[in-house]
Protein backbone atom coordinates (compact mmCIF):
# COMPACT_ATOMS: atom_id res chain seq x y z
CA UNK A 1 0.00 0.00 0.00
CA UNK A 2 1.87 3.08 -1.28
CA UNK A 3 1.06 5.10 1.47
CA UNK A 4 1.51 2.32 4.64
CA UNK A 5 3.89 5.16 6.39
CA UNK A 6 2.37 8.28 6.13
CA UNK A 7 0.27 10.26 9.03
CA UNK A 8 -2.31 12.81 8.04
CA UNK A 9 -3.71 15.66 9.92
CA UNK A 10 -7.71 15.37 9.30
CA UNK A 11 -9.22 18.89 11.08
CA UNK A 12 -12.75 18.78 12.42
CA UNK A 13 -15.06 21.08 13.63
CA UNK A 14 -18.93 21.07 14.35
CA UNK A 15 -20.40 21.52 10.93
CA UNK A 16 -18.15 20.25 8.89
CA UNK A 17 -19.20 19.25 5.36
CA UNK A 18 -19.81 15.56 5.86
CA UNK A 19 -18.60 14.35 2.37
CA UNK A 20 -15.62 16.75 2.47
CA UNK A 21 -14.46 15.48 6.06
CA UNK A 22 -15.08 11.95 5.45
CA UNK A 23 -14.28 10.84 1.70
CA UNK A 24 -10.25 11.89 2.07
CA UNK A 25 -10.21 10.36 5.00
CA UNK A 26 -11.32 6.55 3.71
CA UNK A 27 -9.30 7.50 0.11
CA UNK A 28 -6.71 7.62 2.57
CA UNK A 29 -6.68 4.98 5.04
CA UNK A 30 -7.35 2.83 1.34
CA UNK A 31 -4.16 3.35 0.37
CA UNK A 32 -2.57 2.37 4.12
CA UNK A 33 -2.45 5.98 5.41
CA UNK A 34 -3.08 6.98 9.37
CA UNK A 35 -5.56 9.57 9.08
CA UNK A 36 -6.08 11.19 12.57
CA UNK A 37 -9.48 13.31 13.08
CA UNK A 38 -7.95 16.42 14.98
CA UNK A 39 -10.65 18.93 16.66
CA UNK A 40 -10.88 21.10 19.76
CA UNK A 41 -11.19 18.54 21.72
CA UNK A 42 -9.86 15.09 22.15
CA UNK A 43 -12.54 12.52 21.77
CA UNK A 44 -15.17 14.97 20.84
CA UNK A 45 -18.04 14.07 18.81
CA UNK A 46 -18.34 16.63 16.09
CA UNK A 47 -21.47 16.69 13.72
CA UNK A 48 -21.86 17.70 10.04
CA UNK A 49 -24.18 19.88 8.49
CA UNK A 50 -26.31 16.67 7.33
CA UNK A 51 -25.74 14.96 10.49
CA UNK A 52 -22.91 12.24 9.77
CA UNK A 53 -21.28 12.47 13.43
CA UNK A 54 -17.14 11.59 13.95
CA UNK A 55 -15.50 11.79 16.93
CA UNK A 56 -11.96 13.71 16.89
CA UNK A 57 -8.72 11.55 18.20
CA UNK A 58 -6.66 14.20 19.30
CA UNK A 59 -7.32 18.33 20.58
CA UNK A 60 -5.78 20.79 18.26
CA UNK A 61 -3.21 21.00 20.96
CA UNK A 62 -2.32 17.46 21.45
CA UNK A 63 -0.28 16.82 18.16
CA UNK A 64 3.31 18.32 16.53
CA UNK A 65 2.89 18.67 13.35
CA UNK A 66 6.38 17.83 12.57
CA UNK A 67 4.98 14.25 13.60
CA UNK A 68 2.72 14.52 10.20
CA UNK A 69 3.39 14.44 6.80
CA UNK A 70 0.39 16.21 5.29
CA UNK A 71 -3.05 17.80 6.61
CA UNK A 72 -6.66 18.11 5.13
CA UNK A 73 -8.82 20.41 5.40
CA UNK A 74 -12.90 20.12 5.02
CA UNK A 75 -15.16 22.78 3.92
CA UNK A 76 -18.09 23.56 5.22
CA UNK A 77 -19.10 25.87 7.69
CA UNK A 78 -16.02 24.04 10.23
CA UNK A 79 -13.46 26.40 8.51
CA UNK A 80 -15.14 29.66 9.84
CA UNK A 81 -14.63 28.29 13.38
CA UNK A 82 -11.56 26.06 12.80
CA UNK A 83 -9.41 29.25 11.91
CA UNK A 84 -9.96 30.60 15.19
CA UNK A 85 -7.62 28.19 17.02
CA UNK A 86 -3.70 29.59 17.11
CA UNK A 87 -2.61 25.91 16.92
CA UNK A 88 -4.40 25.11 14.06
CA UNK A 89 -3.04 28.39 11.90
CA UNK A 90 0.47 27.19 13.70
CA UNK A 91 -0.16 23.61 11.98
CA UNK A 92 -0.88 25.24 8.69
CA UNK A 93 1.98 27.23 9.00
CA UNK A 94 4.41 24.40 9.44
CA UNK A 95 2.86 22.49 6.68
CA UNK A 96 3.49 25.58 4.48
CA UNK A 97 7.05 26.09 5.62
CA UNK A 98 7.74 22.16 5.26
CA UNK A 99 6.43 21.76 1.81
CA UNK A 100 3.89 19.17 3.34
CA UNK A 101 0.91 18.47 1.20
CA UNK A 102 -1.82 20.83 2.39
CA UNK A 103 -5.39 19.63 1.16
CA UNK A 104 -7.81 21.92 1.16
CA UNK A 105 -12.01 21.78 -0.05
CA UNK A 106 -14.90 24.35 -0.60
CA UNK A 107 -14.39 26.86 2.14
CA UNK A 108 -12.00 25.40 3.27
CA UNK A 109 -9.77 27.85 1.98
CA UNK A 110 -10.92 30.20 5.01
CA UNK A 111 -8.30 28.28 6.95
CA UNK A 112 -5.38 28.87 4.85
CA UNK A 113 -6.60 32.81 3.98
CA UNK A 114 -6.05 33.47 7.95
CA UNK A 115 -2.39 31.37 8.09
CA UNK A 116 -1.72 34.16 5.69
CA UNK A 117 -0.29 31.38 2.74
CA UNK A 118 -2.04 31.78 -0.04
CA UNK A 119 -0.17 34.68 -1.58
CA UNK A 120 1.01 33.87 -5.15
CA UNK A 121 -0.63 30.58 -5.20
CA UNK A 122 -3.19 28.69 -7.71
CA UNK A 123 -6.24 27.45 -6.12
CA UNK A 124 -9.31 26.94 -6.23
CA UNK A 125 -12.54 26.75 -3.77
CA UNK A 126 -16.10 27.07 -3.67
CA UNK A 127 -16.86 29.87 -5.66
CA UNK A 128 -18.61 31.73 -3.00
CA UNK A 129 -15.17 32.77 -1.46
CA UNK A 130 -13.57 33.59 -4.56
CA UNK A 131 -13.01 36.95 -3.59
CA UNK A 132 -11.66 36.37 -0.10
CA UNK A 133 -9.23 33.70 -2.06
CA UNK A 134 -8.14 36.50 -4.34
CA UNK A 135 -7.88 39.21 -1.66
CA UNK A 136 -5.76 36.96 0.16
CA UNK A 137 -2.93 37.28 -2.85
CA UNK A 138 -4.07 33.42 -4.89
CA UNK A 139 -5.10 33.40 -8.30
CA UNK A 140 -8.24 31.73 -8.30
CA UNK A 141 -9.29 29.00 -11.00
CA UNK A 142 -12.62 27.92 -11.74
CA UNK A 143 -11.30 23.86 -12.76
CA UNK A 144 -12.22 21.22 -10.44
CA UNK A 145 -9.00 20.34 -8.86
CA UNK A 146 -5.94 22.63 -8.86
CA UNK A 147 -2.56 21.41 -7.59
CA UNK A 148 -0.04 23.78 -7.00
CA UNK A 149 2.84 22.80 -5.44
CA UNK A 150 2.54 20.98 -2.34
CA UNK A 151 -1.51 22.31 -2.39
CA UNK A 152 -4.07 20.34 -3.25
CA UNK A 153 -7.64 22.21 -3.63
CA UNK A 154 -10.93 21.66 -4.73
CA UNK A 155 -14.00 23.07 -5.34
CA UNK A 156 -17.28 21.35 -3.97
CA UNK A 157 -18.13 17.69 -3.33
CA UNK A 158 -18.67 16.36 -7.02
CA UNK A 159 -15.12 17.39 -7.12
CA UNK A 160 -14.11 14.62 -4.51
CA UNK A 161 -12.89 12.10 -6.72
CA UNK A 162 -9.88 14.20 -8.29
CA UNK A 163 -9.30 15.47 -5.28
CA UNK A 164 -8.60 12.23 -3.59
CA UNK A 165 -6.68 11.27 -6.53
CA UNK A 166 -4.58 14.27 -6.68
CA UNK A 167 -3.96 14.47 -2.89
CA UNK A 168 -2.89 10.62 -2.07
CA UNK A 169 -0.30 10.88 -5.69
CA UNK A 170 0.95 13.89 -3.72
CA UNK A 171 1.61 12.46 -0.52
CA UNK A 172 2.69 9.10 -2.23
CA UNK A 173 5.24 11.21 -3.78
CA UNK A 174 6.90 12.77 -0.61
Known sequence: MRLSNKKVISLVHHEFEDLELTYPYYRLI?????????GEKAGEKYVGKYGVP?????????????????????GGWAPDKIRRFPEVINMVKHMEEN????????HAGWVL??????????V?????????????????????VVVDGHLVSARRPP???????????????Q
Not at 30 to 38: F, R, S
Not at 126 to 142: F, L, Q, S, V, Y
Not at 160 to 167: D, E
Open 30 to 38: EEGATVHYV
Open 54 to 74: VVSDYAYGDIDPADYDAILVP
Open 99 to 106: KKPIGQIC
Open 113 to 122: ISARILEGKK
Open 124 to 144: TSTPGIRDDMENAGATWIDEP
Open 159 to 173: DLPPYGKAFADLLAS
